[in-house]
Nanobody, 120 residues
């Protein structure tokens, strides 16, 4: 099982970016999916999460600006980021609680990060 994130880049303050993360491999089911980020010199922090049924939760720092969504048929999670601020600059990681085929229960997988830089 692998998670592949994409969509990062350089954007000016106030701009938007959309991140994507697709899970692939021998997957039985994908439960909660989410996004984390890690800025230089800081610990990794949780950003947003979405359950299989579509319930969402956000960190206070991104509430009202970021929207998490998912396409269950494609095992893909998205993060629409609007009104970006310089403090949003970080490497963004996707995360999923996934049940591989032939495994009882779920395991937690991480994608490789994608860099988001907000700067003028």
């Amino acid at each position: 099982v692998q998670l592949q994130a994409s969509g990062g880049g350089l954007v000016q303050p106030g701009g938007s970016l959309r991140l994507s993360c697709a899970a692939s491999g021998s997957i039985s089911s994908v439960n909660v999916m989410g996004w984390y980020r890690q800025a230089p010199g800081k610990e990794r922090e949780w950003v947003a999460a979405i359950t299989l049924s579509g319930t969402t939760n956000y960190a206070e720092s991104v509430k009202g600006r970021f929207t998490i969504s998912r396409a269950n048929a494609q095992n893909t999670v998205y993060l629409q980021m609007n009104s970006l601020k310089p403090e949003d600059t970080a490497v963004y990681y996707c995360n999923g609680k996934i049940t591989p085929v032939g495994v009882a229960g779920y395991m937690t997988y991480w994608g490789k990060g994608t860099q988001v830089t907000v700067s003028s």
